[in-house]
Antibody
Framework: QLQLQESGPGLVKPSETLSLTCTVS??????????WGWIRQPPGKGLEWIGS???????YYNPSLKSRVTISADTSKNQFSLKLSSVTAADTAVYYC????????????WGQGTLVTVSS | QSVLTQPPSVSGAPGQRVTISCTGS?????????VHWYQQFPGTAPKLLIY???NRPSGVPDRFSGSKSGTSASLAITGLQAEDEADYYC??????????FGGGTKLTVL
């Protein structure tokens, strides 16, 4: 049973870069069974897929965020990370890491989420 | 504006049946990609409720069921219970946009 846990600063200043890490336990991010992804949810709003990475290193990004997003993986630590540059107040949200299955493409496993506030 | 369209809210009395629709297009649901449903309670992460259009993960009551037809899908909840009051999201895959979600539906149990 996979377990995912987000970590990172809860407060980021406008124009700076948001950085979060997801630590995976109960399985390897080198597995071909899952992608590894990030989803966010602004307060009181719906879910927005940010991007995903596969064990091969291939990345997939939401076109609306692509110019500002980088997702990378560190197999030695069994972690994957999100960087979102030039943040504004509109990027304030709960950020979830999640694992969509390779074949069915559903998000089978989720982290608990971490609130990131963009404010000076 | 979400790629998949859901009604903002639905409601029903205990014991009743409610359905939540999810409408997509020819580049996602209509392209043959599966639809999945999530249940989210306030302050918690979404939980996979239905996968592959109509399959329930272990532990999900059979009161929950899903279906798909053409460019749309539906989640049905029978024997509505107070504990079902939550937000529900549909999700699929899009040829151009990768993973996509519906805007979410708030279920109120009257």
């Amino acid at each position: 049973q996979l377990q995912l846990q987000e970590s990172g600063p809860g407060l980021v200043k406008p124009s700076e870069t948001l950085s979060l890490t997801c630590t995976v336990s109960g399985g390897s991010i080198s597995s071909s069974s899952y992608y590894w992804g990030w989803i966010r949810q602004p307060p009181g709003k719906g879910l927005e897929w940010i991007g995903s990475i596969y064990y091969s290193g291939s990345t997939y990004y939401n076109p609306s965020l692509k110019s500002r997003v980088t997702i990378s993986a560190d197999t030695s630590k069994n972690q994957f990370s999100l960087k979102l540059s030039s943040v504004t107040a509109a990027d304030t949200a709960v950020y979830y890491c999640a694992a969509p299955s390779y074949d069915i493409l559903s998000f089978d496993y989720w982290g608990q989420g971490t609130l990131v506030t963009v404010s000076s | 504006q979400s790629v998949l369209t859901q009604p903002p809210s639905v409601s029903g009395a205990p014991g009743q049946r409610v359905t939540i629709s999810c409408t997509g297009s020819s580049s996602n649901i209509g392209a043959g990609y599966d639809v999945h449903w999530y249940q989210q309670f306030p302050g918690t992460a979404p939980k996979l409720l239905i996968y592959g259009n109509s399959n329930r993960p272990s532990g999900v009551p059979d009161r929950f069921s899903g279906s798909k037809s053409g460019t749309s899908a539906s989640l049905a909840i029978t024997g509505l219970q107070a504990e079902d009051e939550a937000d529900y999201y549909c999700q699929s895959y899009d040829t151009n946009l990768s993973w996509v979600f519906g805007g979410g539906t708030k279920l109120t149990v009257l």
